[in-house]
């Protein structure tokens, strides 16, 4: 389901299509990505140092529901 259809601009929501909070279905959304790519990619990207999961978190938070 296509929310943004006739405003004309993309907006980066959380998407229906969610396993944990729907914000790797939301990037893949935003940029036209399969949504199993962005999730295997963030998975991937555990095995690297870094903020991965605070910046999931920060994101779920952010990021508004298409629900709501």
Do not use: H
């Not at 910046?55 to 938070?61: A, E, G, R, S």
Request: charged share 20%; hydrophobic share 50%.
């Amino acid at each position: 389901m296509d929310y943004n259809a006739g405003s004309g601009a993309k907006r980066l929501t959380r998407s229906e299509d969610r396993w944990v909070g729907g914000v790797c279905g939301g990037l893949a959304d935003y940029f036209g990505l399969d949504p199993v790519l962005v999730r295997v990619l963030f998975v991937a990207s555990m095995l690297l140092p870094g903020p991965q999961v605070l910046l999931y978190v920060i994101l779920w938070f952010v990021m508004p529901d298409v629900r709501a």
